[in-house]
């Protein structure tokens, strides 16, 4: 078989569509991988963090008027819906800001993050009803491996060690919500506006850690933010949530949520390099971490090649 033959057969796009929807899904993914670099420079804790970020992008969201014309065609009982997923949206930030502010370390939150994958494998077939697939649960086990090498990399001074056992849990908790929520976009999603369905997803995300504030605010609760934290929340918000969730949501109209999932893997590798250069965590790495970051890369790029296989 020649090269442009298996360039066509196993790795172009089967159509333009969904072309386009790739190339949207790997910007929002590229964008995602620099939030958790937005989120250790914002000096408060992950609640607070994550509380700032959904009003501030529900808050952009509703000043487009097409946010206001999808809202009409939504009934109470999809409201309900994407209202439920919009909650676990915020219970994924959360969990997911909270690794890294644990940890201390963007790396190791985002190489946990690589087991939505995983997640998504047995989730999809579960929640949408599509067949299992062997080369997805395989791909899907090849990024749970790499997580394992990542576990290699923990340290072993006993304090070290336990904060980055607790960041690792908390990062996995993350993956799974994540992996959850991607799934049921996937499956209510497709006949409704998609700049409507974040803005309601965010907007009651937001209503939900509200209803919590109560219980979970301290004395040093953050509720405007000052100096430099203006900034990086205006870019967390702006840029690489209304941005990036809306060109990730709308991908997954053309690709299903596992190969949105294992794009999303892309995540970890996109941060990681962002954390070594700008705050040289690649001092404290060694090579089980870069092993177990390979391993995920690999299972992102045998996956288009797997699927047009299995297809043919």
Known sequence: M????????????????????????HLAVLLWGFTAVLGKLISYGSFNLVWHRMFLTTLIYLFMPAVWRGF???????VRVFAGIGVLIALHWVTFYGSIKIGNSI??????????????AILEPLIVGTPFRKQELLLGVLVLLGLALIYQARPREQVAEANFMAAAGVGIISAFLAALFSVLNKKYLSAHSTLSVST????SGFLFLSLLLP???TPGFVWIPQGMDI???ILLALVCTNLAFFLGTDALKHVSAFT???????EPVYGILFAA?????YEVLNMWFYAGAGIILLSVILQPILKKYADH
């Open 72 to 78: 009409r065609t939504l009934n109470f009982s999809q």
């Open 215 to 217: 219980w979970l605010v």
């Open 277 to 281: 250069f700008l705050f040289k965590e």
């Open 107 to 120: 790396s190791l939150a985002l190489g946990c993050f690589g087991a939505v994958s995983f997640f998504a």
């Open 200 to 203: 309601m997803e965010l907007g």
């Open 260 to 266: 949105a999932n294992l794009a999303v893997n892309l």
């Open 2 to 25: 020649s090269r442009l033959s298996f360039c066509r057969r196993y790795l172009c796009p089967v159509s333009q569509a969904r072309s386009q929807a790739l190339i949207r899904l």
């Open 231 to 233: 900034l990086w929340d």
